[in-house]
């Protein structure tokens, strides 16, 4: 039993100084990172919690609070699979633990957690493949926020841990503002993301408003989900002929389950999101 907890202690005592090892890393250069940073270019905000402060949810680790508001776009920093989403959790609900979540997992086995998403914020889903730049959620102040909105941002070495131990720095390829002589973004500064006017995986330019539809492939039930309200919503298939057509009431909506039980093949979705069109394919087996 002694020996026992003599190893555990080493172990910890070693995971201790690992970790403050760590936080002296000195990464290359932004503009070589495989990263872009987690909302559109043109936009700005401040790292109001950076890397390994003394004190505070950063100690010895690894992590970025950027001051986003609720209900702002976040984007896929690196292209990847989403491994895991949750989005229950009330945006006033402050209790550690209850954070809305989407993680993506890259081609090297590194992981990104974007946290405390709005509530249904999700704009993937799990086991979807995203694009670097692509939006994946809705900004909020779900869970351990103190009731400040914010985006926290975290990469791991590999998906075996989500321990802070287990967190990589990260800096960014389009990073317009100050960096530290680590390379790392600096706690306090505010940060421009560079780069032409994107056009999303569905050809709209620029990255609002955006949709995602899934399951795609669909058996049966799909899921249609939008950054901002959709006014109508039409299916047709792959000879035109309609399949499907809804106009909403009002201010419109910005989630609709669409039932294509008994159909099958390639169909093509066109929805009217405030005036612009957003075109989709969709395979039903």
């Given at each position: 039993?002694?020996?026992?907890?003599?190893?555990?202690?080493?172990?910890?005592?070693?995971?201790?100084?690992?970790?403050?090892?760590?936080?002296?890393?000195?990464?290359?250069?932004?503009?070589?990172?495989?990263?872009?940073?987690?909302?559109?270019?043109?936009?700005?905000?401040?790292?109001?919690?950076?890397?390994?402060?003394?004190?505070?949810?950063?100690?010895?680790t690894f992590a970025y609070d950027f001051d986003t508001q609720t209900g702002d776009t976040i984007v896929a920093c690196r292209q990847g699979?989403?491994?895991?989403?949750?989005?229950?959790?009330?945006?006033?609900?402050?209790?550690?633990?209850?954070?809305?979540?989407?993680?993506?997992?890259?081609?090297?086995?590194?992981?990104?957690?974007?946290?405390?998403?709005?509530?249904?914020?999700?704009?993937?889903?799990?086991?979807?493949?995203?694009?670097?730049?692509?939006?994946?959620?809705?900004?909020?102040?779900?869970?351990?926020?103190?009731?400040?909105?914010?985006?926290?941002?975290?990469?791991?070495?590999?998906?075996?841990?989500?321990?802070?131990?287990?967190?990589?720095?990260?800096?960014?390829?389009?990073?317009?503002?100050?960096?530290?002589?680590?390379?790392?973004?600096?706690?306090?500064?505010?940060?421009?993301?560079?780069?032409?006017?994107?056009?999303?995986?569905?050809?709209?330019?620029?990255?609002?408003?955006?949709?995602?539809?899934?399951?795609?492939?669909?058996?049966?039930?799909?899921?249609?989900?939008?950054?901002?309200?959709?006014?109508?919503?039409?299916?047709?298939?792959?000879?035109?002929?309609?399949?499907?057509q809804q106009k909403m009431e009002g201010a419109g909506t910005r989630e609709v389950y669409v039932d294509m039980s008994g159909k099958t093949?390639?169909?093509?979705?066109?929805?009217?999101?405030?005036?612009?069109?957003?075109?989709?394919?969709?395979?039903?087996?």
């Amino acid at each position: 039993m002694i020996r026992t907890l003599l190893l555990f202690s080493a172990l910890f005592f070693s995971a201790t100084i690992i970790a403050q090892v760590n936080c002296d890393t000195i990464l290359p250069p932004p503009s070589g990172s495989p990263y872009v940073l987690p909302y559109p270019p043109g936009k700005t905000y401040k790292v109001i919690q950076g890397n390994c402060p003394a004190i505070g949810g950063h100690a010895n680790t690894f992590a970025y609070d950027f001051d986003t508001q609720t209900g702002d776009t976040i984007v896929a920093c690196r292209q990847g699979v989403v491994i895991w989403v949750n989005e229950q959790y009330a945006d006033n609900d402050w209790a550690s633990g209850h954070e809305n979540n989407v993680f993506v997992r890259h081609n090297d086995g590194t992981v990104i957690r974007y946290t405390h998403l709005q509530q249904n914020g999700a704009l993937a889903n799990a086991n979807s493949a995203v694009s670097q730049g692509q939006p994946i959620g809705l900004s909020g102040s779900s869970g351990n926020t103190g009731g400040v909105p914010h985006l926290h941002l975290q990469a791991f070495r590999d998906g075996t841990s989500y321990d802070k131990w287990n967190a990589i720095p990260l800096n960014f390829s389009n990073t317009d503002g100050p960096v530290n002589g680590q390379n790392l973004l600096v706690s306090g500064q505010s940060y421009t993301a560079l780069g032409d006017t994107p056009v999303d995986v569905h050809g709209l330019s620029g990255m609002e408003p955006a949709m995602v539809v899934f399951p795609n492939p669909a058996e049966g039930e799909i899921h249609l989900r939008a950054t901002r309200p959709m006014r109508e919503i039409r299916i047709v298939d792959s000879l035109g002929r309609l399949a499907f057509q809804q106009k909403m009431e009002g201010a419109g909506t910005r989630e609709v389950y669409v039932d294509m039980s008994g159909k099958t093949g390639l169909f093509f979705l066109a929805a009217n999101i405030e005036g612009r069109q957003v075109a989709q394919k969709i395979l039903v087996r």
